[in-house]
């Protein structure tokens, strides 16, 4: 027998023996109240001692059934869980025909319960081992019905009902023989389709769980094999990047259309590099495994810090940048990813901006345990019909692809990523030439005591007190 069938029969030997026990309950129950109802002369001593019996022999099943559940195993004796069945079911026939031949023999109608046992035996069995209960249930009732010429009872069940004779008592058991015969026929033919689909199903899971490893295995040959490439990649773009600013500074004249070639190779350098980065972080997020590590981070710090990093590149378009939030904020995440999240959203903000007076503003505040992180520009926005999209790795919007020819179509996918990673959310606001607002929602962590309003009092001065800029206006001002 396969582990996975040992284990469902363990499962219903469990149920058979809880159920035992109520088959006692119930048939000490009928012994107390039967004399009332049926005032025959019926032997009740040897009924008493087979529900008796019936009790010690199932405590003895549930002692080694809970033995095999602990991992002990089944005696010696029984050899494995199904011989350990047979058991169970031989012995519970043998006591049910005694309990029937000194209650009224064949004509009980608890001679039904011999069906029971043949549904047990189809359900458990394979169909060669449960045709044996078919059998037994077949011929028992007849073996009872005989035996009351071997050994007549005082009293038959059925003696003295009027019309009631043996012709009609042979008739019900020819009917009940029938009833058995097809019964087991229809129970054997659904319990083989059934154990047949079990079969199928525990192939398929195991199919499924090795293409499962298979997969985890082609992942981490991925990622080494990302890893090899991304430094083979790198290299030689960081190279060529020096080597056009070689070339650029080695021009003997000024020469525009010469400036202009150099200049679009190293965006191109540029944008390789960012993609090359891009696919790093991606490939990281995504990892089953946790590729992140929590702890405290200075919100207001790493913000300033990734706008100090862009100031050289917005303001050669005259953009400037107000930050506002309480300088003391910090929450529980990882301190690269954060920055890599703040990174993206400024960056987008300044190349997706036009020339011109405009300000980006980047304020974070603390709401119901989340702190609320978010950055808006004034540049040309997001069409509505291509917001669903803009999380989708490589996608960039159509005014995006016109403004600026160098992008990756990956840093809101990250963010994405990111933010899921760490139990977050992100939402844009947005729409064409009217700016663009993106929201990130970052879980506080433990330990914040209390965080106060943006604009409170206490707020600004604390702000004072750190020489910082708080929530005014933010260095760089361009």
Known sequence: MEPFEQEVNAQRLGWFIRLRWM????GLLILLVAPALLPLEIKYSPLILCLVLLGIFNAAYMFFWKRFRAGAGTPPVFGNIKSFFH??????LILLTVL???SGGAGNPLLLFYLFHLAIGVMIFPVTESLLYGGLALLLPWLLYFSRNLYPLDQHLWQGISGFTEVHERSILLAYSLAAMGL???????????????KALRQAHGELRAANDQLEQLDAYKNQFLSHVVYQLKTPAIDMDFDLSAVERALPRKNDQAERAIQTAKKRVWTL????????????VRAQSAPFQKEWVDVYETILGRIQALEKEAGRKGITFKLHGEPATKIRADKEAFERVASNLLSNAVKYTPEGVHTILAEFQVLDGMLLFSVQDEGIGIPPKQQEK???????ASNAKSMEKFGTGLGLSIVKHVLDWHGGRVNIVSGAKQGTKVE?????GDGIKEILPIDSPTMERRSQERNSPGAVETPPKI
């Open 273 to 284: 590099l960012e993609l090359i980065d891009d696919l790093v972080w991606l490939s990281k």
């Open 390 to 396: 803009i999380f989708q790795e490589f996608f960039r």
């Open 87 to 92: 058991l169970q079911m031989v012995v519970d």
């Open 184 to 198: 087991w026929f229809f129970l054997s033919r659904l319990a083989s389709d059934i154990k047949a689909k079990e």
């Open 100 to 102: 029937l031949f000194y």
């Open 440 to 444: 990130t929602y970052w879980p506080v």
């Open 23 to 26: 088959a006692v309950a119930g």
